[in-house]
């Protein structure tokens, strides 16, 4: 047990925020706004906390800083917490991001007329939500702030959204996730049931396997598809042009950046170890369905005409990546998938915000608006391109280790699929240069020169919250090595569980040396 509840304070500060700041005035929208941001401020040094408070030795315990209290005694529930690496990046990338996110939409809602007290405080309790399911070490918990996340969001899209189709946008998103997540309470009660009323998730894994045959693929469908949803991967994707098209930029960075990856997180913490056979049996299919969605959203992407749209898109094609990386069950692989995961959330949680920015001033993310918009903003320009080139992983950049290393742990094991999922790289190239040629370059519109707001370039707040992100793209470009640290006991510790040769399942608290 942890002294202090560290990962306890993660979830209920930013729900005792949320209340706090939905309780404010509308009137006193700026009140609602810094107290907020307050919030958000101490979740990230909570975050930094538990960060210098983590064991990185190749001799910790699997699952550190755990927490359990009584929740439901007859039931032997218990509200337990515990963060791993793979969880710890997930944590200090939504408590970072989230702040960012809530300087990126300070000025968004000034022309739309709802309550700016309700947003943030909706955006709080995303955070909540998402903090705990990173963090939450019963199947139970976990599926409780899995559909619970839904919530906020969906009032995020179809609330404060934009365009004629927001509310549509909103209701298939939270449609598909719930339909995601029924499949998951179905196989959340049948893993009860197969395991003699257990939902903690060490016992779990420290447990005998389940036996291989029909119930163990049952199950690991029921919680694969939800989480494949939530990712998205081919073909369960659709939902998330829509969404993405739809919400508010700093909304789609933390959709992109952050809840999706929970599908992937989610993957890697309960479908590996409690369903391994399973995990093999369907390995290929997903591979298959992984590069598939690879190349199939890179061509979607050349033909979009709306930017966030077409970020949308690019996102199908990384998590195809991260899809290859973790099923290709190799050490490189499966690192490198999960350093793509925290630095995809970098990139295009930038990318998006960048966008965000360009179509607040032009009031829309239309590709054909624009047109030589670089002439009058230099350097909004400048951090678009580096946010096209970081997110089609240009060496130097944190997304090119992770590609790299997706790409080298795979064609150690399967060759043709390493050679097309290279492809993707190419077409990576052509989209991105694409849409900045055609925003950024080439013959200026015309219609810019009449709008003030095309001619001024960052201010001193979008500067503060841009490089943040910039410092942390390079750093992390040219020094992963935190980021491995941190990871690699948790990829050997989940590896084994599928690889040829698995080693012996470790007891709960302890780890694989």
Known sequence: ?????????????????????????????????????????????????????????????????????????????????????????????????????????????????????????????????????????????????????????????????????????????????????????????????????????????????????????????????????????????????????????????????????????AILRYCLPLFPDATRTFAPWIIGMSVIGIIYAAFVAIGQTDLKRLVAYTSIAHFGFIGVGIFAFTQASATGAILYMFNHGLATGLLFIVVGMLALRRGSSTIGDYGGAAKTLPLLAGVFLFAGLASLSLPGTAPFISEFLVLLGTFATNEPVGVVATLGIVLAAAYVLWMYQRTMQGERNPVLDDMAPMKRDLTVRERALIAPLVIAILAFGFYPQPLINAIEPAVDNTLQFVQDEPNEAPAAGETNE
């Open 1 to 265: 047990m942890n002294e202090l509840p560290l990962l306890s304070a993660l979830v209920v500060v930013p729900l005792i925020g949320a209340i706090i700041v939905a309780s404010i005035r509308r009137e006193q929208a700026e009140a609602a706004k810094w107290t907020a941001l307050g919030v958000s401020g101490v979740v990230a040094v909570i975050a930094a906390l538990v960060a210098f408070g983590f064991d990185y030795g190749e001799g910790a315990p699997w699952l550190q800083l755990t927490e359990s209290y009584t929740w439901i005694e007859s039931w032997d529930l218990n509200l337990s917490w515990g963060v791993d690496g793979i969880a710890l990046l997930m944590v200090v990338l939504t408590a970072g991001l989230t702040p960012i996110a809530m300087l990126a939409a300070w000025r968004d809602l000034d022309s739309v007329h709802r309550s700016v007290p309700t947003f943030f405080a909706l955006v709080l309790a995303l955070e909540a939500a998402m903090l705990a399911t990173f963090l939450a070490s019963n199947v139970l918990l976990f599926y409780f702030f899995f559909e619970a996340m839904l919530v906020p969001m969906y009032f995020l899209i179809g609330s404060y959204g934009t365009g004629a189709r927001r509310q549509y946008a909103a209701v298939k998103f939270f449609l598909y996730s719930l339909l995601g997540g029924l499949l998951m309470l179905v196989a959340v009660i049948g893993l009860w049931v197969a395991n003699g009323g257990v939902f903690d998730w060490q016992t779990l894994v420290a447990a005998e396997p389940m036996e291989a045959g029909t119930l163990q693929n049952w199950l690991f469908l029921g919680f694969f598809i939800a989480f494949a949803i939530k990712a998205p991967f081919f073909p369960f994707h659709t939902w998330l042009p829509d969404a993405g098209g739809a919400a508010p930029a700093a909304i789609a960075a933390l959709l992109v950046g952050v809840m999706d990856k929970i599908g992937t997180f």
